[in-house]
C-alpha cells in the first residue's frame, strides 16, 4: 500500500520563527489533508490540497503530486501553533492513509 | 459552519463489555468513516460506509467491530467484546457527494478500557 512519510518527526521554535513541514507519498494519490491536532486531541482541518498552493492567514501549503510530496509552511509561529501535524492522503479506494505526523513545540 | 458530532466525549468500559460510539455526520454527506488513535500514534483508517453498506475496512476492522446507520442522522461504531487494546480515540468523519473531497472530522471519543 501507498507510505506516507512525514519530517521532521519533532521540532522545537521559538515563538516568531518560521518552519517547514514535508509530507512524501509513495504513490499518486487523488487527495491530500493537512491536519493540526491541538493539546485537546481534536484534529483541525488545515488545508484539502491535491495540487497547487493554498494559504490561510500565517499558514500555506503547496503539493506537487507529479513529484509526491507537500510542504506546510508556518510563519510567524505562535505558542498556540504546538501540537501535531498530520498529512493524510486519499488513493481513490475509500480510506486515508495518514502519516506519522510532526510534533511542534513552540516556546514563549 | 456544519460539523461531525461524536457523543460520548469520554467513555469507560470494563473488559469484555459491548460499547456503542456515536456520531452524527454533516448532514448532506454520503461518505462516512471511523479512525482509531492509540494514544501517541498516527490515526488508522477502520472502516468506511456508503450507501449502507461497508465500502472498505482494514485489517484492525476484524468481527469484534460493527457498523450501523440506524436512522438518517446516526452513524454508530460498536465493538462487541472490548479488550484492553481496544483503549484509543475513535474519530467520526464524513465527506459529501464525491468520495475525493476533503473528509470533516469529529472531536472523537476517548475510550478507555479498564
Known amino acids: 500500500g501507498i507510505q506516507v512519510e512525514q519530517s521532521p518527526p519533532d521540532l522545537i521554535l521559538q515563538e516568531g520563527a518560521n518552519s517547514t513541514l514535508r509530507c512524501n507519498f509513495s504513490d499518486s494519490v487523488n487527495n491530500l489533508q493537512w491536519f493540526h491536532q491541538n493539546p485537546w486531541g481534536q484534529l483541525i482541518n488545515l488545508f484539502y490540497?491535491?495540487?497547487g498552493t493554498k494559504q490561510n492567514g500565517r499558514l500555506s501549503a503547496t503539493t506537487v503530486a507529479t513529484e509526491r510530496y507537500s510542504l506546510l509552511y508556518i510563519s510567524s509561529s505562535q505558542t498556540t501553533d504546538s501540537g501535531v501535524y498530520f498529512c493524510?492522503?486519499?488513493?481513490?479506494?475509500?480510506?486515508?492513509?495518514f502519516g506519522a505526523g510532526t510534533r511542534l513545540f513552540v516556546k514563549a | 459552519e456544519p460539523e461531525v458530532t461524536q457523543t460520548p466525549s469520554h467513555q469507560v468500559t470494563q473488559m469484555g463489555q459491548e460499547v456503542i460510539l456515536r456520531c452524527v455526520p454533516i448532514?448532506?454527506?454520503?461518505?462516512f468513516y471511523w479512525y482509531r488513535q492509540i494514544l501517541g500514534q498516527k490515526v488508522e483508517f477502520l472502516v468506511s460506509?456508503?450507501?449502507?453498506?461497508?465500502?472498505?475496512k482494514s485489517e484492525i476492522f476484524d468481527d469484534q467491530f460493527s457498523v450501523e446507520r440506524p436512522d438518517g442522522s446516526n452513524f454508530t461504531l460498536k465493538i462487541r467484546s472490548t479488550k484492553l487494546e481496544d483503549s484509543a480515540m475513535y474519530f467520526c468523519?464524513?465527506?459529501?457527494?464525491?468520495?475525493?473531497?476533503?473528509?470533516?472530522f469529529g472531536d472523537g471519543t476517548r475510550l478507555s478500557i479498564l
Open positions: 468523519a464524513s465527506s459529501d457527494r464525491d468520495r475525493g473531497q476533503p473528509q470533516h
Open positions: 493524510a492522503v486519499y488513493t481513490g479506494g475509500f480510506k486515508t492513509i
Open positions: 448532514s448532506n454527506h454520503l461518505y
Open positions: 460506509f456508503y450507501n449502507n453498506e461497508i465500502s472498505e
Open positions: 490540497i491535491p495540487s
